[in-house]
T-cell receptor, first 118, second 112 residues
Framework: SQTIHQWPATLVQPVGSPLSLECTVE??????LYWYRQAAGRGLQLLFY??????ISSEVPQNLSASRPQDRQFILSSKKLLLSDSGFYLC?????????????????FGEGSRLTVL | GEDVEQSLFLSVREGDSSVINCTYT??????LYWYKQEPGAGLQLLTY?????DMKQDQRLTVLLNKKDKHLSLRIADTQTGDSAIYFC????????????FGSGTRLLVRP
């Protein structure tokens, strides 16, 4: 069966410090990978998605970046955190291929990483 | 454009039915989903419906889709305190294919 893990679960960082959140998926190959952010009292905002190693699509301009060094590893980074980067970050995966085509497109989420920037 | 809207809050009494509503704007949506988020956790898929269907039932859950009005609803029968959570509606688009667009979530509170 497939599993997804992300860490750390909680993080408190000062403004201007770097960030690295890591996500790994087990039990599947060539998944689509996603980073979402959930700000307090708000919905989910798609930050990045990746359909393969080294392929990153950015949805929202910001001081965050994403990398996919291995097939099942997705990393969210920042060189200098801002107060507005605080939130709940969720990694997710879906089966490869087109949603609505060969599969139903649903996402499977990790447990989330809560980031507080002070 | 892509936009999914939900009401923010719903309170029901235990044992009653809950109905959570969602509207979406993109008529090319292929699948529509309902996800549940418990406090401090990730999202779990509850159910989904293909855009050529108008109803799907799964135990206590009934999904209704009105494609003409771009309206999706989730009905939970015999709501229990364990159903208290945030419920997200989401759509996937035939053109972009890789993305799910989520609503802002409806917080359901079940009163004993």
């Amino acid at each position: 069966s497939q599993t997804i893990h992300q860490w750390p679960a909680t993080l408190v960082q000062p403004v201007g410090s770097p960030l690295s959140l890591e996500c790994t998926v087990e039990g599947t190959s060539n998944p689509n990978l996603y980073w979402y952010r959930q700000a307090a009292g708000r919905g989910l905002q798609l930050l990045f998605y990746s359909v393969g190693i080294g392929q990153i699509s950015s949805e929202v301009p910001q001081n965050l970046s994403a990398s996919r060094p291995q097939d099942r590893q997705f990393i969210l980074s920042s060189k200098k955190l801002l107060l507005s980067d605080s939130g709940f970050y969720l990694c997710a995966w879906s089966s490869p291929g087109l949603a609505g085509g060969r599969h139903t497109g649903e996402l499977f989420f990790g447990e989330g990483s809560r980031l507080t920037v002070l | 454009g892509e936009d999914v809207e939900q009401s923010l809050f719903l309170s029901v009494r235990e044992g009653d039915s809950s109905v959570i509503n969602c509207t979406y704007t993109d008529s090319s949506s292929t699948y529509l989903y309902w996800y549940k988020q418990e406090p401090g956790a990730g999202l779990q898929l509850l159910t989904y419906i293909f855009s050529n269907m108008d109803m799907k039932q799964d135990q206590r859950l009934t999904v209704l889709l009105n494609k003409k009005d771009k309206h999706l609803s989730l009905r939970i029968a015999d709501t229990q305190t364990g159903d208290s959570a945030i419920y997200f509606c989401a759509e996937t688009l035939m053109d972009s294919s890789y993305k799910l667009i989520f609503g802002s979530g409806t917080r359901l509170l079940v009163r004993p």
